[in-house]
């Protein structure tokens, strides 16, 4: 029987706008959260309070996800966020 790894997920326009302008890593992903919900995700941490805070002022907190689904692609806006509230 194997468990679930859950990990807490953030959102950042900016970290994403970084990712972007890099010549090597150009995606973010697309994670099921434990309620079912589809989030783009900027960065995975094992614990909430290990996420760059400081770094990213405008970051959101998504709640535990599950499972990866996809790399999102990078003309994909923050729909999902705005589609979660």
Known sequence: MSTIELKH???SQEQKERL????????????????GREVEVTELCTNADSYNKK????????????????VAPPELETRLQKKAK
Request: charged share 20%; hydrophobic share 35%.
């Open 20 to 35: 972007h302008a890099t010549k090597t890593f150009k995606t973010t992903s697309i994670w099921l959260t434990t309620d």
């Open 55 to 70: 770094g990213f002022p405008d970051h959101k907190y998504l709640g535990q996800v599950t499972k990866w689904l996809r």
């Open 9 to 11: 997920a953030f959102f």
